[in-house]
């Protein structure tokens, strides 16, 4: 198995409501990843986990909070987001994350619109 | 982070060959080079990545160049399954893309 899936594919949200994208791997990876991707515009790296550890916030606003219950599973807790948080989200896995060569295995994304 | 640049698009022909040129002319002597392709509504794809040496797997050659500061994608015969946007990017301990490059494939 070597798919990444992200649920759901759509989300539509108001600016006060609390909610969750999932993602998933049953690759045995230990590094996954969120990126985020506007329209147009190439992935840029949100957060990384190593070893269910959060290794690398890329600044990211405390609106967005990542979690990683277990080596398979990768949430990010939405709240209080704002209109220009709308954009696609990517979540990402690779074998490790310091091995510079490894791919990174990609799902499809959720398409989050925050009204 | 090392800045790369891409041409915005490029056209090809069914068949023929295709290459794709990078500039990351900051590269430092351990940031890995990876090239990944994203179709219509869709995650990134990994498509190859190398460090100094061209390389070469099923999908498509990278040349890098002596001085690293560039690289080139070579799609060998492009397909209508090749249209795609190309990310080049580079890695250090995170993997940051360059803007890609729209690739048409004609019949």
């Known amino acids: 198995d070597t798919e990444v899936t992200q649920t759901p594919k759509h989300l539509v949200m108001g600016m006060t409501n609390k909610k969750s994208l999932k993602c998933e791997q049953h690759m045995g990876h230990r590094a996954m990843y969120w990126y985020k991707q506007k329209a147009k515009k190439p992935p840029e790296l949100m957060f990384v986990?190593?070893?269910?550890?959060?290794?690398i916030n890329e600044s990211v606003p405390s609106r967005f909070s990542p979690e990683c219950p277990n080596s398979s599973l990768l949430n990010l807790h939405l709240h209080a987001l704002q209109p220009e948080d709308s954009a696609l989200y990517l979540c990402?896995?690779?074998?490790?994350?310091?091995?510079?060569?490894?791919?990174?295995?990609f799902g499809p994304g959720t398409r989050l619109t925050v009204l | 982070d090392a800045k790369t640049t891409q041409p915005n698009s490029m056209e090809s022909n069914e068949e023929e060959p295709v290459h794709l040129p990078c500039n990351h002319s900051?590269?430092?002597?351990?940031?890995?080079i990876h090239w990944y392709r994203q179709l219509p509504s869709q995650g990134p794809e990994y498509v190859i990545h190398?460090?100094?040496s061209n390389v070469n797997n099923r999908m498509a050659s990278l040349a890098i160049a002596e001085d690293r500061k560039s690289s080139t994608l070579i799609l060998h015969r492009a397909t209508l399954r090749d249209a795609a946007v190309y990310y080049c990017g580079t890695s250090y301990g995170k993997l940051t893309f360059g803007q890609g490059t729209i690739l048409t494939v004609h019949p």
């Open positions: 986990y190593s070893y269910e550890k959060l290794s």
């Open positions: 190398g460090l100094t």
């Open positions: 900051t590269i430092s002597g351990t940031d890995y």
């Open positions: 990402a896995s690779s074998h490790h994350r310091d091995r510079d060569y490894n791919e990174q295995f």
